[in-house]
């Protein structure tokens, strides 16, 4: 008689995510904690490792995970961006360098424009954030600790920001409000994560989180100059 257990169990909802999609239990709980707790964990991000003792995912790769999703997001919304508001007759120059219609040229470009945002926008957020979180905490992080607690944060800024991407790119009032609220957003999950580690009183919270979520919408405007770059090729030599 065979006496080994049946390993045809059913298998949770969880696990059936985890083998498609590559998110499991522990990404649905960061993202959970992410919102409910940025603080604990950042903390266990930072003193048990990279998994939080195998309690959440790697900061690194939740954080691409989110930002593909945001990407596939704008992608299949498609509408307007910065390319449509530039002159007429740039967009016109342009079109006819690409040897196109001013419509082709704007939909090659828009696309490539769309899809480039997110990892562009984020690669720029990486750079200004890393120095002064490191500079900021109390420990001495290196560069390994110090990656983990910058993309810790921008996890836990992006979770909250993913529901509204779809009009995040919105040439119009509504595109402001989303801008605005992104703001917020960064200043909020700034000091609900780096309250004892980042800042000590709620004046240097203030202070700081206001510093780093300036610098990061600079960063944003800073990254339009390699997305109109990237947009130019594509809808140049898009066919």
């Known amino acids: 008689m065979n006496t080994e257990p ?16 590559g998110f499991g239990v522990a990404e649905l709980r960061t993202l959970k904690d992410l919102v409910l ?8 991000w930072m003193q048990a490792g990279p998994t939080g003792g195998g309690l959440y995912a790697r900061p690194l790769r939740l954080y691409l995970a989110l930002c593909g999703f945001m990407t596939l997001i704008l992608f299949v919304k498609g509408g307007d961006t910065q390319i449509s508001a530039l ?7 342009l079109a006819d360098q690409a040897g196109k219609s001013v419509d082709a040229f704007v939909a090659d470009a828009e696309n490539w424009y769309s899809v480039a945002l997110i990892p562009v926008s984020c690669a720029f957020y990486a750079l200004v954030s890393i120095p002064l979180l490191r500079w900021w905490d109390p420990e001495d992080l290196g560069w390994r600790r110090g990656l ?4 810790g944060y921008l996890n836990a800024w992006t979770v909250p920001v993913v529901p509204v991407t779809w009009w995040a790119n919105e040439q119009s009032a509504v595109g402001g409000f989303i801008a605005l609220l992104m703001f917020v957003m960064a200043l909020v999950t700034f000091i609900r994560m780096g309250r004892g ?16 979520t300036v610098l990061l919408f600079v960063m944003a405007v800073v990254a339009i100059i390699p997305l109109f770059a990237l947009a130019y090729i594509g809808g140049t030599y898009t066919r």
Do not use: N
Request: aromatic share 10%; charged share 25%; hydrophobic share 35%.
């Open 148 to 151: 983990r607690a910058t993309f």
């Open 6 to 21: 049946d390993q045809r169990e059913p298998r949770g909802a969880a696990e059936l995510s985890e083998d498609v999609t």
């Open 37 to 44: 707790r940025p603080h604990t964990v950042l903390e266990a």
């Open 87 to 93: 002159p007429p007759e740039v967009l016109q120059s």
């Open 197 to 212: 580690r980042w800042f000590r009183t709620w004046f240097g919270g203030v202070t700081k989180g206001l510093t780093l």
